[in-house]
């Protein structure tokens, strides 16, 4: 085991981390390797074919598209942070990240979380006008209003990882190295520093109720909403379809802020790390891969639209 250091002031200062990943099991490891490979696979294709459907059929330039597109591409970049580390990590010995390798991933882990669940509430509030309020649905929901939220979303994204990193840069690393995660987490990383991280976790503990429980009350009030005018619908067949239009996206947030909010407001312990990478791997990667496969399997436009990019693509392949 290889540790980079140097001597500050008589202790020693961690310039980087070993990863322990999920198991030290060879055989394990290479079918861990197979699997999450596959999944990275499934999760870049499933969301650029949602992308590629989007873009492509003009009945689908829509507000509720415009914003399912471009949670595709974030799910592609919240991916990207977090399993190439993992999958490289599984075939290499040295299962090592420097420790600005390891800041800049919990930057972009950050960013693209936050930048997701306001994604995620921006198609809350497109669900609100559309079923609550569906004569003011193009100037409540106009093409600069829909570029402004997502724009919005990633600025927010962008703030909530920068409050959270800076003091993260002035923390010590002076005797543990050892993060029990696949990943580099703020809640794993932590714990190791030999400086006070009370600032680091009251900073964190903010960002999330801030950024975290806004979006979700977003997402709430609009559902209350929409639940409330769905009930006053007096035919089944109106409030089953009124309901599968917000089925897919219940389903999809249900599954990104339970893991996500278990995972960074529990209390941090040792004991408890086996359980932070079960649940990381439910938001961080399963999500991911989720969210196209949801989308496309309970809405009728995206299937038709996949299968029309098919068609193209067959004759393709065969000539």
């Given at each position: 085991m290889v540790l980079k250091s140097s001597e500050v002031?008589?202790?020693?200062?961690?310039?980087?981390?070993?990863?322990?990943?999920?198991?030290?099991?060879?055989?394990?490891?290479?079918?861990?390797?197979?699997?999450?490979?596959?999944?990275?696979?499934?999760?870049?294709?499933?969301?650029?074919?949602v992308i590629l459907v989007i873009k492509s059929e003009l009945h689908l330039q829509t507000p509720m598209f415009f914003f399912l597109s471009h949670l595709a591409f974030v799910d592609i970049c919240y991916s990207s942070v977090t399993v190439p580390r993992m999958l490289a990590?599984?075939?290499?010995?040295?299962?090592?990240?420097?420790?600005?390798?390891?800041?800049a991933q919990i930057f972009f882990i950050l960013q693209t979380a936050c930048t997701e669940v306001f994604i995620l509430s921006a198609m809350g509030y497109d669900r609100y006008v559309a079923i609550c309020a569906p004569l003011h649905?193009?100037?409540?929901?106009?093409?600069e209003i829909c570029n402004k939220m997502v724009g919005g979303a990633w600025l927010l994204g962008f703030?909530?990882?920068?409050?959270?990193?800076?003091?993260?840069?002035?923390?010590?690393?002076?005797?543990?190295?050892?993060?029990?995660h696949y990943v580099c987490e703020l809640p794993s990383l932590l714990p190791l520093s030999c400086a006070d991280t009370l600032t680091n976790y009251i900073v964190l503990l903010l960002s999330v109720l801030a950024f975290g429980f806004s979006s979700f009350l977003i997402t709430l009030?609009?559902?209350?909403?929409?639940?409330?005018?769905?009930?006053?619908?007096?035919?089944?067949?109106?409030?089953?379809?009124?309901?599968?239009?917000?089925?897919?996206?219940?389903?999809?947030?249900?599954?990104?802020?339970?893991?996500?909010?278990?995972?960074?407001?529990?209390?941090?312990?040792e004991?408890?790390?086996?359980?932070?990478?079960?649940?990381s791997i439910q938001y961080s990667i399963l999500t991911p891969m989720l969210n196209p496969i949801i989308y496309s399997l309970r809405n009728k436009e995206i299937r038709s639209g996949v299968e029309k990019l098919f068609g193209k693509c067959r004759p393709i392949l065969y000539s």
């Open positions: 002031e008589n202790q020693t200062v961690i310039t980087e981390f070993i990863l322990l990943g999920l198991s030290n099991d060879p055989h394990i490891e290479d079918f861990l390797l197979f699997f999450f490979m596959i999944i990275f696979l499934v999760t870049i294709l499933g969301n650029v074919i990590n599984f075939v290499t010995k040295h299962k090592t990240i420097s420790r600005e390798g390891c800041i649905y193009s100037r409540y929901l106009s093409k703030f909530h990882a920068i409050v959270n990193v800076l003091p993260l840069l002035n923390l010590h690393f002076c005797s543990k190295n050892i993060i029990r009030v609009s559902y209350i909403h929409i639940i409330s005018t769905i009930l006053k619908i007096h035919s089944a067949e109106g409030r089953q379809k009124a309901f599968s239009t917000c089925s897919s996206h219940l389903i999809v947030v249900g599954l990104f802020y339970i893991t996500a909010f278990v995972c960074y407001m529990k209390p941090s312990s004991s408890l790390m086996d359980l932070d990478k079960v649940i």
